[in-house]
């Protein structure tokens, strides 16, 4: 059962509203995260320019899912997995795409590069090695892509745990079960899973 109330767009008033309002009219839709947000227009207003901002970056639109997809599985995120994988297949991701992206690999090596270094951010809180970085630049990739995994890292990190804290119900078809799941991995060696 949700935590935190939902913020209704019909009885929003002020802040709250405009930035509801806002939301149904760029996405034609209102996910729920939003209007749990809308709790603190502060929040939502934060959260949608920080996203926002994002988009103008060198990263594509299908790449920021990617990380999404990849932070998401980490964090065990159902929502954010039930909305980035909705999202991912509306941008052209395939369901093998999504999966591999979920377990934080990719067939594509510049997009299995991405997928490495912003597991190894959450995996490791940010303290990546000079050989994490280096692969990364190796693949192709710059100094302003650099900074921009590490801020979809964060975004992500943050409505991960915001779902987590307020259990956001899910307005989105549900995720996939993940195929080949690493936790299966983690309990058949004995070793502590980490998702």
């Given at each position: 059962?949700?935590?935190?109330?939902?913020?209704s767009p019909?009885?929003?008033?002020?802040?709250?509203?405009?930035?509801?309002?806002g939301?149904k009219a760029?996405l034609?839709?209102t996910?729920?995260?939003?209007?749990t947000?809308?709790?603190s227009?502060?929040?939502?207003d934060?959260?949608l320019?920080f996203?926002?901002?994002l988009?103008?970056?060198e990263?594509?639109?299908?790449n920021?899912e990617?990380?999404?997809?990849n932070?998401?599985?980490?964090?065990q995120c159902g929502?954010c997995?039930?909305?980035?994988s909705?999202?991912?297949?509306?941008?052209?991701l395939?369901?093998?795409?999504?999966?591999?992206?979920?377990?934080?690999?990719d067939?594509?090596?510049?997009t299995?590069a991405?997928?490495?270094?912003?597991r190894?951010i959450?995996?490791?809180r940010?303290?990546?090695?000079?050989?994490?970085?280096?692969?990364?630049?190796?693949?192709?990739?710059?100094d302003?892509?650099?900074t921009?995994?590490?801020?979809?890292?964060?975004?992500?990190i943050?409505?991960?745990?915001f779902?987590h804290?307020?259990?956001?119900e899910?307005?989105?078809?549900?995720?996939k079960?993940?195929?080949?799941?690493?936790?299966?991995?983690?309990?058949t060696e004995?070793?502590?899973?980490c998702h």
């Open positions: 059962m949700q935590r935190l109330n939902s913020v019909e009885t929003a008033e002020g802040k709250a509203k405009t930035l509801l309002d939301v760029k034609g839709i996910p729920n995260i939003m209007k947000m809308a709790n227009p502060a929040v939502l934060a959260y320019k996203s926002g901002s988009g103008s970056g990263l594509t639109a299908a920021r990617q990380i999404a997809l932070v998401s599985e980490f964090n929502y997995l039930a909305a980035h909705a999202i991912g297949e509306s941008l052209g395939t369901e093998e795409e999504i999966q591999s992206n979920r377990s934080g690999t067939s594509d090596e510049k299995k991405l997928m490495n270094l912003s190894k959450v995996e490791k940010g303290f990546v090695s000079d050989q994490d970085i280096q692969e990364f630049r190796d693949a192709g990739y710059g302003a892509e650099i921009e995994v590490v801020a979809n890292v964060a975004l992500n943050f409505t991960n745990y779902n804290l307020a259990q956001t899910v307005d989105f078809p549900e995720a079960p993940l195929v080949d799941h690493p936790a299966t991995a983690c309990a004995g070793g502590a899973c």
